[in-house]
């Protein structure tokens, strides 16, 4: 497998819909004078909501039960459809390895037992002709590791911002964007 052929695919928030998940089970479990939830702060989270986050995901079912999301797969298909391999590139939680399990069955089940997976602690150190991925600290040193790659940004929340010359951002709108951004990484 060479890496010029290759389009690698995050999974929270890109492929499977994390922020959705954890945003409803937290509104589940919290008192009843407690404020809803509906966003994960950045940054510093505190004690108890780090608590929170740890005891959720630490069933492998919890991760294997985590919708696909539409842009995401949508992606998947176009970087099948033109040809290039796709492989996961997500990252492996530190406190959690039930995840670790859970994504691997979740994508058994949603793109096929034969699929290529990358959990790793860091995914600057891995190559591809695009990175996919949803998350602003991720593309950046992915993107400064790797200077003649691309990256796309499935559309959402916390990438509303974002923006760099070797990016763009997926809203479902743009498909002949990606198209064209993804037949330039084409080696024949
Ligand atoms: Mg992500």
């Known amino acids: ?6 389009i690698l695919f995050d999974m ?16 589940t ?12 702060p950045k940054g510093n989270i505190k004690k108890y909501l780090r608590t929170r ?10 991760w294997v039960d985590l919708e ?25 939680p530190r406190r959690n390895p039930e995840a670790w399990t859970g994504k691997k069955i979740w994508v058994d089940k949603f793109l096929g037992i034969d699929t290529k997976v990358t ?8 190559d591809g002709a695009i990175l996919i991925d949803d998350w602003p600290l991720y593309v950046l040193p992915w993107l400064q590791e790797h200077p003649s790659r691309s ?15 070797r990016s763009i951002t997926y809203t479902g709108n743009n498909r002949d964007d990606v198209i064209t ?7 024949e």
């Open 68 to 92: 696909p999301l539409p842009l995401g797969m949508d992606l998947w298909n176009i970087a099948g459809e033109l040809g290039f391999e796709r492989m996961i590139l997500t990252q492996g």
């Open 29 to 40: 479990i919290k008192g009843p004078d407690e404020p809803e939830i509906t966003e994960i």
């Open 1 to 6: 497998m060479k890496a010029d052929n290759v």
């Open 151 to 165: 990256v796309i940004l499935p559309q959402g929340p916390h990438n509303t911002t974002f923006k760099h010359k």
């Open 181 to 187: 951004l993804i037949k330039s990484h084409k080696k």
């Open 53 to 62: 986050l740890d005891v959720l995901m630490q069933r492998i079912d919890w």
């Open 119 to 126: 959990i790793t602690r860091d995914k600057s150190i891995v």
């Open 12 to 27: 929270d928030g890109t492929l499977c819909d994390w922020f959705g998940k954890i945003i409803k089970d937290l509104n």
